[in-house]
């Protein structure tokens, strides 16, 4: 059976990103144990339930064509992962350089797909998309540098930026996806409904 979520994959991307970027500007660098940081708690813990049980189901069931399956679904298992485990550290008020450390293999992932999905020219849009995956790749890649030295305004600034700038790409590619899905999919019907 085909089914594409994609569409809600991308939304919820741009929806984490954006808040990791607003995390940076109004949450961090707080001490972990401060009361202001278990506001982030619900809202990382949202975005990152839905990236990884959608990553998962596209990872084990391969639901879209051929490796978008790769592109969107471990990604998606990575990034959730990471959101996830940050909800778990605020509400625990635990340091949050270790998940820095995992968000480097996980951006270097990112980089890597973003590079792959232009040189294949994947998706419609294949530059849009990889450099949606590549600014978000990096973003990663900086995580545990930017955990590691609070006092790097210049860093941080330059953190939100490229994460809102992945952010907007990656809603960008959503709401048009949406546009399309509504109409490339209105006459869709599930198998049992199909007339032989």
Not at 25 to 52: C, E, M, Y
Not at 68 to 81: D, H, K, M, P, R
Request: with cysteine; net charge positive.
């Amino acid at each position: 059976m085909f089914i594409d979520y994609i569409t809600l994959m991308l939304l919820n991307l741009a929806a984490g990103l954006t808040l990791l970027a607003a995390y940076l500007h109004f949450g961090w660098p707080a001490a972990v144990t401060d009361l202001n940081q278990k506001r982030w708690v619900v809202s990382f813990g949202i975005a990152g339930s839905i990236a990884l049980v959608t990553g998962l189901h596209m990872c084990f069931t391969w639901p879209v064509i051929g490796s978008f399956n790769i592109a969107f679904g471990e990604t998606s298992v990575l990034f959730g992962v990471l959101l996830v485990g940050a909800s778990l550290s605020l509400a625990m008020g635990w340091d949050l350089l270790p998940l820095g450390i995992y968000g480097f293999f996980a951006g270097l992932t990112a980089l890597v797909i973003g590079l792959r999905i232009i040189n294949l020219g994947l998706t419609r849009s294949p530059l849009v998309a990889g450099i949606g995956f590549i600014l978000t790749g990096i973003g990663g890649l900086c995580a545990a540098p930017m955990l590691a030295s609070k006092s790097n305004r210049l860093l941080r600034t330059a953190g939100i930026f490229l994460l809102l700038a992945a952010a907007l790409i990656f809603t960008f590619i959503g709401i048009s996806s949406y546009w399309s899905h509504l109409e490339s999919f209105s006459d869709w019907k599930p198998l049992p409904m199909r007339s032989p």
